[in-house]
Structures are given as structure tokens and as C-alpha cells.
């Protein structure tokens, strides 16, 4: 009943499939952006067991006062996996070169696939074109899809227009609350901006947030209301 993914070739090849017979609980979560704690504290509420999985939507880095912890704990748990976000590809392309990089994290983000799957959920950091195929999409545009015909922040965002086949679950939007439509799941709730940081129970459809201790200001006109 699964929908057939066809990706672009330069996708095709960053493109990781799970399958979910193989794991207890699987939970997608939204942009950490070094901010360590408040993942340390999601995870603990989770209290994941061996088999589950852990899928970050990317931007596990910048912003945050902890980008190398973030990535310490991703990298040392099998559990936890990521797609790759803009803020990593930003870094990968040598465009940033943050005082924190050290040897190993610019490979390591380039090791991240762009697009995770199972079953008809497919993970990408941005979004996609509804009026494109898939296939036409390049790994830099479902790393920051937006508004595919309007101005950024100004809508209509991907998301308002896009009806499947797949369940998309992303991020790099930010909203002050999940977005929850039958095919599109938004889940960066701007945690690094004093916002929460949401998780998605896969197996018991429901959101999982901790609330953010720290505050970093961000313009009411770049977080987007879902309603
Ligand atoms: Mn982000």
C-alpha cells in the first residue's frame, strides 16, 4: 500500500529507507540547533527503549549554544538518525565555517542521507513542491522548500496545497505549534528561540514536547501560526 518513491538521481543516492517491522517505537523530531539540554530532556522523557528509532528532521546545529554536544549524542546512539538540514548543508557546502567545527562534523553532515522513508512517511528538512513530481526536486530544494511560489515567510506555504500520496514530516519552518495535516507534519516549534521541542510518537499518533529553558529572540513575522 506504500507508495513508490521515485527521487532525482542526486537524491536517489542520499535516500535511506527503514523498515518498521524492525523497531518498537519510532519518533520523527523537529530542528534541536545545538541546543543540547532541551534534547537531553526530550530524550529522557521519551526513555526510549533498545529497539527504538529516532528520526531528526536536520538542523541538529547552529544558533543553539551547544552544536558539537548535539552532535556527539546523535552520532554515539544507533538509535538516532538525521536528515540533513539546510544549516548542515550550509556547512557542507563551505559556506559557514563556525568556530565549533572540528575534524569529522563537515563529514559527518555530508554522510547524512537528505530523505528518510517507511512506509508512506518521507522525512526531508524542508518540504516539496506540490505541483512538481518528486523526482524533479533537487536535494538543495527539499532542504529548503517554503513558499515554492511566494516570498518566504508570506505563504502559501507547500504545505497548504500539498495531498500526498505521502505523509511528509519536516522542519526549517518554524511554528508555535505543530503543524498536523493528514499529509504534511511541521515540527520545528522553535526550541533554539525559546519555543518547544516537539517529538512525533509514530506508533500512538501524538506529539511529545519539552518547553525550552533558554531565550533567543526571533521576529513574530518568521514563525508561521499552522491554523
Ligand atoms: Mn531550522
Redesign the pocket.
Known amino acids: 500500500m506504500n507508495p513508490k518513491l521515485q527521487f532525482g538521481n542526486d537524491v536517489a543516492t542520499r535516500h535511506e529507507r527503514f523498515e518498521t517491522d524492525s523497531y518498537g517505537g519510532i519518533y520523527i523530531v523537529g530542528?534541536v540547533?545545538g541546543s543540547r539540554k532541551i534534547l537531553e530532556r526530550l530524550l529522557t522523557e521519551l526513555d526510549l527503549a533498545d529497539d527504538d528509532l529516532v528520526v531528526f528532521v536536520?538542523?541538529l546545529v547552529?544558533?543553539g549554544p551547544d552544536s558539537p554536544g548535539v552532535i556527539d549524542l546523535v552520532r554515539e546512539d544507533p538509535r538516532l538518525v538525521s536528515v540533513r538540514?539546510?544549516?548542515e548543508q550550509k556547512i557542507v557546502r563551505g559556506d559557514k565555517d563556525p568556530d565549533w567545527l572540528r575534524d569529522g562534523d563537515r563529514e559527518y553532515f555530508e554522510s547524512l542521507p537528505v530523505a528518510i522513508s517507511f512506509d508512506n512517511v518521507l522525512v526531508v528538512?524542508g518540504g516539496i513542491d506540490p505541483q512538481r513530481s518528486l523526482a524533479d526536486h533537487t536535494v538543495e530544494e527539499l532542504l529548503t522548500m517554503r513558499s515554492p511560489h511566494g516570498d518566504g515567510y508570506d505563504g502559501p506555504f507547500w504545505y497548504d496545497d500539498y495531498d500526498g500520496p505521502y505523509r511528509v514530516f519536516f522542519?526549517?519552518?518554524?511554528h508555535d505549534h505543530p503543524v498536523e495535516r493528514e499529509h504534511a507534519v511541521g515540527l520545528?516549534t522553535g526550541c533554539?528561540y525559546g519555543g518547544t521541542l516537539t517529538a512525533y510518537d509514530y506508533r500512538n499518533d501524538e506529539f511529545r514536547t519539552v518547553e525550552a529553558k533558554t531565550h533567543q529572540e526571533r521576529a513574530n513575522s518568521k514563525i508561521v501560526d499552522p491554523a
Open positions: 530542528d540547533h536536520g538542523d547552529r544558533k538540514g539546510n544549516n528538512h522542519g526549517h519552518t518554524v520545528d533554539v
